[in-house]
């Protein structure tokens, strides 16, 4: 348990974070060691949609392809998902995410900050098996595909209605 068991971060100005929340676009990052889910918000910076799932082998194969799809999507700010501990401190995992997310914040030159994700995934079930309810047919794979930008999609829409507090690292 060393050092990182008893770090806890401390939430940025809320001023600040809604501000900015409604003027730029906004990509969100699930990231997994083999999938990465992307969410990507409205150019206003007011509605999350699931963009992509990337399949990657290598933290590096991961920040190459975010970087396209910032290029590419004109992404003024990243909001990396923070899978914490159940008592908000960091463990292995959310390190990890901070030090890539700092990382990936020199490659790109844009600010990247930090939510905490520890629901999004079941959030993210529960879309899925809201909409199989529904009617919609989603197969095993279908759903395996989709389930990280969910994810994202559910974290970065909570961050824009200003209900989930970003983290400074």
Do not use: C
């Not at 194969?61 to 899978?83: I, K, T």
């Not at 529960?126 to 794979?141: A, F, N, P, V, Y």
Request: zero cysteines; a positive charge; proline letters at 4%.
């Amino acid at each position: 348990m060393g050092r990182d068991a008893h770090m806890y971060l401390r939430p940025q100005s809320a001023f600040v974070i809604l501000h900015s929340a409604f003027t730029m676009r906004t990509l969100a990052i699930d990231l997994g060691a083999r999938r990465v889910g992307l969410a990507l918000s409205d150019e206003g910076g007011r509605f999350a949609t699931p963009y992509e799932v990337l399949v990657v082998g290598s933290p590096r194969q991961a920040s190459d392809a975010v970087a396209r799809v910032v290029e590419r999507e004109g992404v003024e700010r990243v909001v990396l998902g923070l899978p914490l501990n159940m008592d908000e401190s960091v463990g292995p995992q959310a390190r990890q995410a901070l030090d890539w997310g700092r990382a990936l914040a020199s490659r790109v030159g844009k600010p990247v900050v930090f939510v905490d994700e520890r629901l999004s995934s079941f959030d993210a079930e529960q879309q899925i098996i809201d909409r199989k309810r529904g009617g919609e047919r989603i197969t095993r794979q279908r759903r395996k595909e989709q389930l990280d930008a969910i994810a994202a999609a559910t974290f970065l829409q909570a961050f824009l209605d200003g209900r989930l507090p970003a983290y400074e690292a």
